[in-house]
C-alpha cells in the first residue's frame, strides 16, 4: 500500500527512468503511442521493497509457485511468503473486469502459503478526463477457488501508468 501511495502523486521522474512509466506513454519508431511494460512496474515494486525489507527475503520472478512464476514474492521467514502479481491494462477497467482478469492467478499463488496475496495493476488506458483518487483504486477482494477452501484476501490496487501531465487532462465533451 505505501508503494501505491507513494507512486500515485509522484511525478513521472520521481526516481529518474525508474518511474518514467508513471508519466507519458513511449512513442514507436513511426510516431505512435506505444505502452509501457508491466515489467517497468514490477521491477519498480521489487526495488521499492527491496529497500524497506530484510534483505534477502524480496524476490522477483520466483519460479515453480503453485506451477508458475510470480512477479515479486516477500518471504520474511520459512513457510511464509507473500506473493504480488503485477498486471499492466491498457483498456477502461471495472472492479468486475479486474477480478475476472487477474483474481484467479492472482489467488493461486496463494496455495501453500498464507491465504492473503496482493494485485497490483498498471493501468494505461485512457486518463485524458483524469483517474480515480487513490482510495477508489483500492479493495479488498474475498475469494476461495472451492467450496471447503478458506477464502483467500487478495488486495486489489490499480496504478494509473503513462498518464498525461495534468495541464494535457481534457473534461470530455458531452
Known amino acids: 500500500m505505501?508503494?501505491?501511495?507513494?507512486?500515485?502523486?509522484?511525478q513521472a521522474d520521481y526516481y529518474g527512468t525508474?518511474?518514467?512509466?508513471?508519466?507519458?506513454?513511449?512513442?514507436?519508431?513511426?510516431?505512435?503511442t506505444d505502452y509501457w511494460d508491466e515489467k517497468r512496474v514490477q521491477d519498480d515494486l521489487h526495488q521499492h521493497l527491496a529497500g524497506i525489507l530484510t534483505p534477502a527475503t524480496i524476490q522477483r520472478e520466483l519460479i515453480d509457485v503453485a506451477s508458475g512464476r510470480t512477479d515479486v514474492?516477500?518471504?520474511?521467514?520459512?513457510?511464509?511468503?507473500?506473493?504480488?502479481?503485477v498486471k499492466r491494462r491498457t483498456t477502461k477497467w471495472t472492479r468486475d473486469s479486474i477480478?475476472?482478469?487477474?483474481l484467479a492467478q492472482a489467488a493461486n499463488y496463494t496455495?501453500?502459503?498464507p491465504p492473503f496475496g496482493l494485485l497490483l495493476v498498471g493501468d494505461h488506458s485512457s486518463h485524458a478526463a483524469g483517474y480515480p483518487s487513490v482510495q477508489d483504486?483500492?479493495?479488498i477482494i474475498r475469494h476461495a477457488r472451492s467450496a471447503t477452501e478458506i477464502p483467500r484476501l487478495i488486495v486489489a490496487g490499480?496504478?494509473?501508468i503513462g498518464r498525461p501531465t495534468p495541464?494535457?487532462?481534457?473534461?470530455?465533451r458531452p
Open 99 to 102: 477480478e475476472k482478469s487477474y
Open 2 to 10: 505505501r508503494f501505491l501511495y507513494d507512486r500515485f502523486d509522484a
Open 18 to 32: 525508474r518511474t518514467e512509466y508513471l508519466g507519458p506513454a513511449p512513442k514507436k519508431n513511426d510516431g505512435t
Open 111 to 113: 496455495a501453500t502459503g
Open 167 to 172: 495541464s494535457a487532462l481534457r473534461i470530455p
Open 137 to 139: 483504486n483500492v479493495w
Open 73 to 85: 514474492t516477500y518471504t520474511p521467514e520459512p513457510g511464509s511468503r507473500f506473493v504480488a502479481e
Open 158 to 160: 490499480i496504478l494509473p
